[in-house]
């Protein structure tokens, strides 16, 4: 284990963090917001500080193992959600600093879960860096780092394999360096792209920001307590729709189209099955509560939001969904596992996982029928390695253990089931609302401080598609060496 690297890294993190820590800075010294100014000032001081004293020794040896890829991704989670919350703490916007460590983890893996009633009372730099959270986690801070920071390229790619979600991960280009800046270049662009239309249909500019990067991230806080219900405008919630399902595309197929590779981005198996199930779930709810508002496009518009908000895991809300028939909030339940594609920036086990498990499945009956027969798992006409359909079996047994594992631990609360295991579910795959007390409209402050703490550990086990986190609990990989 190179402990000296780990340090190294961290501490290169810590100074990322310290400066994107400066950004809300610029937010309270226009809204004249001293306190916030003050603290976020401190954070950074704070962040900068730390992350020199473990930068204060340089390796000598800067070769990253696939073990060092997984530590150092679960440690920087967990120390950049511990500093991030500084802010809330300091200024007192969340009381506690348990509530402000939940809203701060919840941030950086994207999940839009909070512990706060009332939101709109805040300063505008506090609303920022919430939503902030959700844009720089959507992407990877690793992913971040490797774009800006002289690392040699070599092996780095173990960095962007322990991050990266989805169950295959590929460079678009020889270099990971290269890589990282072209799918911080996409992300950068759609941003923006969205922030623009927003403001130019009439939302303010800060909020149009707020929404832009919320969105990006598929994170889903906003600076409104009724979140986009708020505005109460089609062309709002028509352009936020789009783009929580442009973000919810695997990044490497908008490679692809600015290469103009078109033919290869529609042949994609996984892109073709998310658009399948938006469809058929968007149009299954959308005949199922049409009768509860005036008109078939009002349904329809509230039905691809949810459906979009809840595949790409962003979780904004346009309505109390928890009030809609048992047969859509089912609908609605049962995407909040699926999630979506693969290398974008949502959360959920990912389509292109459920693809894998269902070709093998199929392909252990056709085994039992014909014993002979020779049947390969392919995903978009290649094979699938045994590795990689290994690493998705292990992946889902081990989202299923958790669940139930912290469900039975949630329940000691005495909430009803719905609650209990929605708030689990929507936490382990990052999407936020959920059903009853945890519903879209509702807040996580009644749950325990154990069970708060709880729900942080499977929001970073989400989001880090579990394996990081678990390493840091296996003694072995603690062992001095290389594997």
Excluded at 202 to 207: A, S
Aim: overall charge positive; proline content about 4%.
């Amino acid at each position: 284990m190179n402990y000296n690297m780990i340090a190294y890294l961290l501490g290169n993190i810590l100074h990322i963090e310290g400066i994107l820590l400066s950004v809300p800075v610029v937010v309270a010294f226009y809204f004249r917001e001293e306190l916030s100014a003050t603290s976020f000032i401190a954070a950074a001081v704070v962040c900068l500080v730390v992350g020199a004293v473990l930068q204060s020794r340089e390796p000598e040896d800067k070769r990253i193992y696939g073990r060092e890829g997984f530590i150092v991704a679960a440690a920087s989670w967990i120390i950049m959600s511990v500093f991030g919350a500084l802010p809330y703490y300091l200024t007192k916007s969340i009381p506690g600093f348990i509530n402000c460590y939940f809203e701060t983890v919840s941030g950086f893996t994207t999940t839009g879960a909070t512990t706060l009633t009332e939101i709109e009372h805040l300063d505008n730099a506090i609303l920022f860096w919430r939503c902030f959270t959700h844009w720089i986690g959507g992407m990877g801070i690793l992913v971040f780092m490797l774009a800006i920071m002289p690392l040699s390229d070599d092996r780095t790619m173990h960095l962007m394999r322990a991050e990266a979600p989805g169950p295959l991960v590929s460079k678009l280009v020889p270099r990971v360096k290269s890589t990282a800046k072209i799918l911080y270049i996409i992300y950068v662009v759609l941003t923006f792209l969205e922030i623009i239309l927003l403001f130019a249909g009439g939302m303010p500019l800060f909020d149009s920001i707020i929404h832009g990067i919320s969105t990006a991230g598929t994170g889903g806080f906003s600076n409104k307590n009724a979140s986009i219900a708020a505005y109460n405008s089609r062309y709002f919630e028509y352009i936020i729709t789009i783009f929580m399902l442009l973000f919810s595309v695997n990044f490497n197929l908008f490679y692809l189209m600015v290469m103009r590779d078109f033919k290869n981005v529609w042949r994609n198996e996984e892109l073709r099955t998310f658009v399948f199930i938006v469809v058929t779930a968007t149009l299954l709810i959308t005949f199922n509560i049409y009768k509860y508002y005036p008109t078939l496009e009002s349904a329809f518009r509230h039905a691809i939001f949810q459906v979009a908000a809840i595949m790409s895991t962003t979780g904004f809300v346009t309505a109390n969904f928890d009030l809609w028939p048992e047969f859509s909030k089912t609908i609605l339940f049962c995407l909040l596992f699926l999630g979506a594609c693969g290398g974008s920036t949502a959360g959920g086990i990912k389509i292109s996982r459920f693809i894998i498990m269902v070709k093998l499945v199929l392909r252990e009956v056709r085994h039992i029928v014909h014993p002979r027969s020779v049947n390969l798992i392919k995903l978009d006409g290649f094979k699938i390695e045994s590795e990689v359909t290994r690493s998705v079996a292990s992946f889902i047994i081990l989202y299923i253990f958790i669940l139930l594992g912290s469900f039975i631990l949630i329940s000691l609360n005495g909430f009803d089931f719905a609650t209990n295991m929605t708030a689990v579910t929507t936490c382990l795959s990052n999407v936020g609302p959920g059903l009853n007390m945890a519903g879209p409209t509702e807040s996580l402050v009644f749950f325990s401080p154990f069970s708060k703490l709880l729900l942080c550990l499977v929001m970073l086990l989400g989001r880090l598609e579990i394996f990081p986190i678990l390493m840091l609990f296996t003694p072995s990989i603690w062992k001095r060496g290389y594997m």
